[in-house]
T-cell receptor, first 117, second 112 residues
């Protein structure tokens, strides 16, 4: 997973706090994706971003969740007022492929494991 | 609705044995990928198949994409303990191929 950097690796938050997850894509990749992995479930798509644009956020919960990929700096997934059900592994992936091209696969980061207590 | 069904869910075998795991769907995918995930890490891409009937080999791993592009299989020859991990298939559909649908995975344990 070298190349896509996620931090922190582990994050503990109390209910009601904010969680900020950061992702720096692989060098040369301008497309960033966030996925969530819950116990007993597969990876679920959350959001697809390019620099300064949200392309598809259809997998994001309507409230409390937001994502950005600014012109400078990493992509940020922000969860406000966290609840126990937000506890999961959050993975960021990047690719060089535009959405009109065949998806030849992602490079994933090592993930951030969020625990809400 | 689970669009990609993987089987078996768990598989425990001895070193040197052969195995096949399956990924099935009623939907057509424009591309299908296989990943391996180890505990505490993110998925690592193994292969992408895009053409119906396509077969790809990666050392002891053989991947096949069904003719109708609805299913895929992964065959491992002479499994080794280093093959232990969670094997995930993921498909992308025409028009939104960036939005991968993942199966729940096959957890493979290869015992020495």
């Amino acid at each position: 997973n070298a190349g896509v950097m996620q931090n922190p690796r582990h994050l503990v938050r109390r209910r009601g706090q904010e969680a900020r997850l950061r992702c720096s894509p692989m060098k040369g990749h301008s497309h960033v994706y966030w996925y969530r992995q819950l116990p007993e479930e597969g990876l679920k798509f959350m959001v697809y971003l390019q620099k300064e644009n949200i392309i598809d956020e259809s997998g994001m919960p309507k409230e409390r969740f937001s994502a950005e990929f600014p012109k400078e700096g990493p992509s940020i997934l922000r969860i406000q007022q966290v609840v126990r059900g937000d506890s999961a592994a959050y993975f960021c992936a990047s690719s060089p492929f535009d959405r009109g091209e065949i998806n030849y696969g992602y490079t994933f980061g090592s993930g951030t494991r969020l625990t809400v207590v | 609705t689970q669009l990609l069904e993987q089987s078996p869910q768990f598989l425990s075998i001895q070193e040197g044995e052969n195995l096949t795991v399956y990924c099935n769907s009623s939907s057509v995918f424009s591309s299908l990928q296989w990943y391996r995930q180890e505990p505490g890490e993110g998925p690592v891409l193994l292969v992408t198949v895009v053409t119906g009937g396509e077969v790809k080999k990666l050392k002891r791993l053989t991947f096949q994409f069904g003719d109708a592009r609805k299913d895929s299989s992964l065959h491992i020859t002479a499994a080794q303990p280093g093959d232990t991990g969670l094997y995930l298939c993921a498909g992308g559909k025409d028009g939104s191929n960036y939005k991968l649908t993942f199966g729940k995975g096959t957890l493979l344990t290869v015992n020495p």
